[in-house]
């Protein structure tokens, strides 16, 4: 299975945004260890195509997060299958992955693909209204990292925040339940500051926003969350 245990830091590019081939270049010769590419709305083969395309220029690791399977492009290093563990309806746990096998397994690579137990966090993201998502307290988030760990057993557990900054003390927490599952953090992060706060905690930090909206503090929080690992005990 595509491994990550080497990335501390991702960008996350979003295919229905606009991006120069200058701001593309930055990104991908940042230090950054891949580059997810993926998104909620407005996710179309043509889109995901062009980016892939473009990134492919570039010596760096791209994967995709499948979010549509109209949208699906072959070609990229890992694809990430996202499985919603806080949504209400299993149309989101189970459902559009097991659609998905069934259209594509013939040209599945499967050692390529990445399951992730996805908890999402930001009530006003795109994407907990899209997948029919509740709120999840203290408690059941806890629970949630404990069943992605030891019921089903994911390689990652991804805190999503899209769109706001989360809850430190929370990720903290989860943290410490997480041996062999990953856990991933994403959102909101806005500032060299709350890249190394995340860093401290989770083992993969994803940028995304910022890149839109101040690409040069988006490319300051790679090193943030590189020396704050180095800190840590060196590189994970
Ligand atoms: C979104 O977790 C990523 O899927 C990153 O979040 O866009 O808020 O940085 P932001």
Avoid at 11 to 30: G, M, R, V, Y
Avoid at 186 to 193: D, H, L, Q, V
């Amino acid at each position: 299975m595509y491994n990550i245990s080497e990335w501390d830091h991702v960008f996350k590019l979003d295919p229905n945004k606009t991006i120069t081939d200058a701001e593309l270049k930055k990104i991908c010769t940042s230090g950054t260890d891949a580059i997810i590419v993926g998104g909620t709305d407005g996710i179309t083969f043509e889109n995901v195509m062009d980016l892939q395309e473009r990134i492919e220029a570039y010596d760096i690791s791209f994967v995709l997060e499948v979010s549509d399977i109209e949208a699906i492009t072959l070609g990229f290093d890992a694809y990430f299958i996202p499985l919603v563990l806080n949504s209400g309806d299993k149309k989101w746990m189970i459902d559009v992955q097991h659609q998905a096998i069934k259209e594509y397994a013939d040209v599945i690579e499967w050692e390529d693909m990445l399951p992730e137990g996805y908890c999402v966090l930001n009530p006003e993201a795109k994407v907990f209204k899209r997948t029919d998502c509740s709120l999840p307290d203290y408690e059941d988030v806890l629970a949630y990292a404990r069943m992605a760990e030891h019921i089903f057993r994911l390689p990652v557990f991804y805190m999503e925040y899209s769109g706001t900054y989360g809850n430190p003390g929370l990720v903290k927490d989860v943290a410490r339940e997480l041996k062999n599952t990953s856990l991933v953090y994403g959102g909101g992060i806005t500032s060299e500051e709350q890249a190394s706060e995340m860093a401290a905690y989770a083992d993969v930090i994803v940028v995304g926003d910022v890149i839109y909206d101040n690409l040069e503090v988006a490319l300051k929080t790679v090193e943030a969350v590189k020396s704050m690992k180095m800190k840590d005990g060196g590189p994970s």
